[in-house]
């Protein structure tokens, strides 16, 4: 059986309206496409990107081209193998963008919380790593008091510009809607960089540090 004949009998079982036959038709073309599919979005358009990664996307493609066949959007009129390439190409463009995007906040983190020691570990942890510190952080980033919270948040969302202490009032300021202190924006993130290198601590991936140690 020819590609074009393959692709019409899943469009058929796609189409139809039948549950069964709509889930025959995905077994038709995950084993039938899997592979080229994600074979040439490597080949084209990310070359360096993981089996696990490609294999994600893989999945997310699946439910998200099946939630269009589910709602009546997919007629059957294009290519079944031509709609997953456009919806596999879209999620790994909207996955690298948010992978850079983590690695930026990963790098501004690491800044935020820069200490000999913690920058030492902060490179010593795998990618897969950093990225669960950096949730952890993000999660103790949520329950600091405002005042930290916000400092931290614009310096973050700012950086290299928030390394400015004036700068970071202004940011802040913006935030708040209010004009910030000097001296308030630069205790509150400090106080809230403390709090996150205590919760770094108690979970073991830093050592604690001195009460006094002020930066």
Request: negative net charge.
């Amino acid at each position: 059986m020819s590609d074009d004949e393959i692709d019409d009998e899943i469009r058929l079982h796609l189409t139809c309206g039948n549950e069964d036959e709509i889930e025959r038709g995905f077994e038709l073309l995950h084993a039938q496409y899997q592979k080229p599919i994600c074979g040439w979005l490597r080949r084209n358009h990310f070359p360096g990107m993981s089996a696990e990664d490609l294999k994600d996307l893989w999945s997310e493609t699946l439910l998200e081209f099946y939630a269009e066949v589910k709602s009546g959007k997919y007629d059957g009129t294009r290519r079944v193998f031509s709609d997953l390439c456009r919806i596999i190409q879209t999620n790994g463009i909207d996955l690298r963008r948010k992978k850079k995007s983590n690695e930026k906040r990963l790098q501004i983190v690491g800044e935020t919380l820069r200490d000999t020691q913690v920058n030492e570990k902060w490179r010593q942890r795998e990618a897969e790593d950093r990225q669960v510190i950096l949730e952890m952080i993000l999660d103790e980033v949520s329950k600091l008091s405002p005042k930290q919270k916000v400092a931290l948040e614009a310096y973050i969302n700012n950086f290299p510009e928030s390394a400015d202490m004036q700068q970071l009032r202004k940011f802040t300021s913006d935030l708040t809607g209010v004009e910030e202190t000097l001296a308030s924006v630069k205790r509150g993130l400090q106080e809230g960089r403390r709090k996150i290198r205590n919760m770094l601590a108690r979970k073991g991936i830093i050592a604690p540090q001195s009460e006094d140690d002020n930066e």
